[in-house]
Structure formats: structure tokens, C-alpha cells
């Protein structure tokens, strides 16, 4: 039997003095063996670890719930393919009278390039179509410059938007790129339906850049409960180390010194105004035992804000999309 991870922030003691509390609760979890001074996945408890490690791809299929469906694909253009046509489903519903959007993550890219040319063979015209970008890189408080070589709103525009034939184009008030000022992003979710917000897996389990949070003040102990976090809206967040790795290696050619320390991040508030959230898995930007574990924990509803990806255990429409051959195994080679 799986223990479930012990998980919430600290409360009132003036307003528990005369409740009975389990010790167990109260017990400061273990230090993350990647970084002590954070939360992450390593402090959960063994034998959560040990179960998800033993999880087959067959046995991970059979994890859909009412809420959340897991998807395999045999290959890469049927996998991105797939991506690209939830653009293409969501723009298609909306009207003047109805504008709806999708938001959309930058890992991966593959599939931009397929909605600029699914958009112009259709000939979708995009006037009522709204774009929110997931997430930027914040340098000494601002956002960076489309000139920044690792800019996610350059990568949007030149993968996908500038890609797109004028007469069909979006109205560049219907592209919404996060800023350090984030008021002005915030309020772009205000009367816009958010069809999908789609969404890769990081090696910290974040989605944008939902990373786990520091290890100190009221959060030493324990990490933000569920419903502490699930509250926190878009804002410049500060970077997991594991995080700030990965992009060097999947973005910077391993140059950790390029990647900036901290991000710009739609939060879950906006995360629980999408109708739906889809999350693509093509092995690349996570391990084989981290794609497990989101699957497990999400279908056995354990939420746990130190794996911020689990917190979609609670939204009520969820699909994971997984490349079949990327999802790999969690048996010991050596190399």
C-alpha cells in the first residue's frame, strides 16, 4: 500500500491550541537530495518513489480516470500532429461574440511550425482568436527582450505567428506575452475563453514555470499546501537549480551561466480557468520515472505542491499525451 506524501503549509497555532494534531504531521520531511534548500519530489516518501519506479507503459495507460485520460502516440508526426490540431480546435470556436484562446508552452516547439501551416492550408482566419504565451525569462526585474536568444515570445513569433500568411493573421491585441508587470497579462484572461492550455513536463515536474517553492520562513518544515498554491496567480517566480539545468541542456547547449534565475510564470489561477489542460510528454524534457510519477499521483489524486504537476489532480479535465517509444524505463544501465 502507497503512503500518501504528508503535505501542507503551516498553520494558526492560536486557532488549533485546542485540537489534537498526529506528531507525524508536524515532522519536518527530508531534505531534496538535488538541492536541500528547496521542495521537490525527492522529499517524498520511499515507497510512493518505489511504486511509480515499478510502473509499466501498459499499466500507466490504464491509469485514465474520470478527469484525466492518458494518451499514447507510436510516432513523432502522429504526437505533434495531435498538438498542433488542439490550436487548431480551439481557434475554430471562436467569434467575435465569443473569442476563445489557447495557451501554449514553449518545450515543445515541434508542433508551432504545424499551426502556422495548418492555419494557412485551412485558411482559419484568426480575428477572434486569442494566444496567451505560458511563461519568459525575467533578467534584474524585466522581462527579457525578443533579442534575448533564449526569448520564449521570439520563439513563438518566429516558429509559429510570423509563419502565418497576413489576411489570416491574429490581431496582435489577441497575443498575450507575460511581463514583469503582470497586471496587464492578468486581465487578459478576463472575458477570453480559454479552450486548452496546453503545457510540457519539466525535470522539477513543473508546468510553465510552476517550480516548487524555497525551503524557508513558514514553508521550512512543510511545503505550500495544495490549496495555498493552487491560489498563486501569474508572477516572476524564482528557478529550481534542476530547472535552471535543464533549459541549458535542452535549450543552451549545456550552457547553465546563458539561463536566467528567474522566470515569468502563468499561474494555477489561470491554470484552473482552462477548460482543459493538456500536458505533452515526448521524452524529452523529462526523465522516464518523472513521467511516471505525474501520471500516478495525478490519477490517484495525490496533490503534493513539492511536485507542482500533481496539483492538476484536482482540476476536473486533464490529459497527458505521451511519445510511446520516449517513455523509456526506470531500470538501472549503466553508461
Given at each position: 500500500m ?5 503535505c501542507?503549509?503551516?498553520v494558526?497555532t ?5 485540537k489534537?494534531t498526529?506528531?507525524?504531521e508536524?515532522m519536518?520531511?527530508?531534505?531534496s537530495?538535488?538541492a ?28 485514465s ?11 513523432l ?19 467575435p461574440?465569443?473569442p ?18 495548418l492555419?494557412n ?20 526585474g ?9 526569448s520564449?515570445?521570439?520563439a513563438?513569433r ?10 489570416l493573421?491574429m490581431?496582435?491585441e ?11 497579462y492578468?486581465?487578459?484572461w ?16 513543473h508546468?510553465?514555470?510552476n517550480d516548487?517553492?524555497r525551503?524557508?520562513g513558514?514553508h521550512k ?12 496567480a ?22 547553465i ?10 499561474g ?18 523529462d526523465n522516464?520515472f ?6 500516478f499521483m495525478?490519477s ?5 505542491s ?11 479535465n486533464v490529459?497527458?499525451?505521451?511519445y ?6 526506470c531500470d538501472?544501465?549503466?553508461?
Open positions: 502507497v503512503s500518501l506524501p504528508r501542507g503549509g503551516n494558526d492560536a486557532d488549533n491550541e485546542n489534537q498526529n506528531p507525524e508536524n519536518p520531511r527530508k531534505l537530495s538535488i536541500p534548500d528547496w521542495w521537490d519530489y525527492t522529499t517524498l516518501e520511499p515507497d510512493l518513489i518505489q511504486t511509480v519506479a515499478r510502473l509499466t507503459p501498459e499499466k500507466m495507460l490504464k491509469l480516470r474520470p478527469g484525466f485520460r492518458v494518451a499514447f502516440y507510436d510516432t508526426e502522429e504526437f505533434y500532429l495531435a498538438e498542433a490540431l488542439e490550436y487548431i480546435h480551439a481557434w475554430r470556436m471562436a467569434t461574440d465569443n476563445v484562446g489557447i495557451c501554449g508552452p514553449i518545450g515543445p516547439t515541434e508542433q508551432l511550425p504545424l499551426v502556422a501551416r492555419v492550408e485551412l485558411e482559419l482566419p484568426l480575428k477572434s482568436a486569442h494566444f496567451w504565451g505560458m511563461d519568459e525569462w525575467c533578467i534584474d524585466r522581462e527579457v527582450p525578443v533579442t534575448h536568444p533564449l520564449f515570445e521570439r513563438d518566429e516558429l509559429c505567428f510570423d509563419r502565418i500568411k497576413k489576411e493573421t490581431p496582435q489577441n497575443l498575450h506575452f507575460p511581463k514583469a508587470d503582470v497586471s496587464t492578468r486581465q487578459s478576463d472575458g477570453v475563453h480559454c479552450a486548452i492550455m496546453q503545457g510540457g513536463q519539466g525535470d522539477v515536474k508546468w510553465a514555470f516548487p517553492m525551503r524557508k513558514k518544515d512543510q511545503p505550500p499546501s495544495p490549496e495555498e498554491y493552487r491560489k498563486l501569474a508572477r516572476i517566480v524564482d528557478l529550481h537549480p534542476l530547472t535552471i539545468a535543464q533549459n541549458a541542456r535542452t535549450s543552451g547547449g549545456g550552457n551561466s546563458l539561463v536566467p534565475t528567474q522566470a515569468i510564470s502563468v494555477p489561477a489561470e491554470t484552473w480557468r482552462a477548460e482543459k489542460v493538456s500536458i505533452w510528454h515526448a521524452g524529452n524534457h522516464p518523472g513521467q511516471r510519477l505525474t501520471t495525478i490517484q489524486k495525490i496533490a503534493d513539492a511536485v507542482p504537476m500533481s496539483l492538476l489532480a484536482d482540476h476536473p490529459q497527458f499525451n505521451f510511446r517509444p520516449g517513455i523509456g524505463t538501472v544501465a549503466m553508461h
